[in-house]
C-alpha cells in the first residue's frame, strides 16, 4: 500500500480535459475574468458558501490566494483548479481537493462552485468526472468524500451522476453564509 504521494508538483501543472472542459489551476492572468464571473454570481453563490471576506474580489486577495493554492499543492493538502468550457476557455466555475490526508487514509474532500450563467449545463458534472482519475491515480487516493447542504439539490444529484454513494448526515457541520449549516455527506471509493 502506497502512504505518500510520489507526483511531485516542481513537474507541469496538473491540465485536466474531460468531455466539455478544461481542469487546470488558476494563474493570476485569470483575475479580472474570475472576479467578474464571481460578482455576477454573487447572490446565487452566498447561500451556499462560506461569509465573502470584504476585499474577496481584488487583484491582492486573488494574489495571496494563489500563494496559498500553491503553497497547499507542494505540501499536498489541497489542489484547487478552475473549470473553463472547453469551446472558448471561458472560466465557469472552481472545483478543489482539500483537506487530504495521507497515511492510513489516504482521502481528500472535493468542493466546487458554479457561476451562475453557467449552472445547470453539466459542465460541473463533467469537471468532477474529469478529476476524479487524477484524485485515484496521480494522487492515488482511495477515497474522495463531498458534502452538501440538503436543500441543494441540483449539488446532491451531480455528486449522485458522479457515482458518489449517500454515507451519513452531519448536523452544523460547516459554516455557510454565517451558519452553521447541516450537510449530507457523500464519498467514492476508488475501486467504485
Known amino acids: 500500500m502506497a502512504f ?3 507526483v511531485s508538483f516542481s513537474e507541469p501543472q496538473p491540465f485536466i480535459e474531460g468531455d466539455t ?3 487546470r489551476m488558476p494563474q493570476m492572468s485569470d483575475h479580472d475574468e474570475w472576479a467578474a464571473l464571481r460578482e455576477k454570481s454573487r447572490k446565487f453563490l452566498v447561500p451556499w ?3 465573502w471576506p470584504a476585499d474577496d474580489l481584488t487583484r491582492a486577495s486573488f494574489r495571496r490566494r494563489l500563494k496559498r493554492y500553491a503553497e497547499d499543492a507542494r505540501s499536498d493538502q ?3 483548479f478552475f473549470v473553463l468550457r472547453r469551446a472558448d476557455n471561458a472560466i465557469v466555475g472552481g472545483l478543489t481537493l ?3 490526508r495521507r497515511g492510513v487514509a489516504q482521502a481528500g474532500s472535493v468542493g466546487y462552485w458554479m457561476g451562475e450563467p453557467f449552472a445547470r449545463q453539466g459542465y460541473m458534472t463533467a469537471a468532477v468526472k474529469a478529476m476524479l482519475p487524477f484524485c ?3 494522487l492515488r487516493l482511495h477515497r474522495v468524500e463531498a458534502a452538501c447542504i440538503p436543500t441543494n439539490v441540483p449539488s446532491i444529484r451531480l455528486l449522485e451522476k458522479c457515482g458518489f454513494v449517500r454515507e451519513g448526515y452531519a448536523r452544523e457541520y460547516l459554516c ?3 451558519l ?3 450537510h449530507v455527506l457523500y464519498a467514492r471509493l476508488a475501486r467504485d
Open 78 to 80: 489541497a489542489y484547487a
Open 98 to 100: 482539500a483537506n487530504v
Open 136 to 138: 485515484f491515480s496521480t
Open 21 to 23: 472542459v478544461i481542469v
Open 180 to 182: 452553521w449549516q447541516d
Open 176 to 178: 455557510i453564509n454565517g
Open 49 to 51: 458558501e462560506p461569509t
Open 4 to 6: 505518500f504521494r510520489t
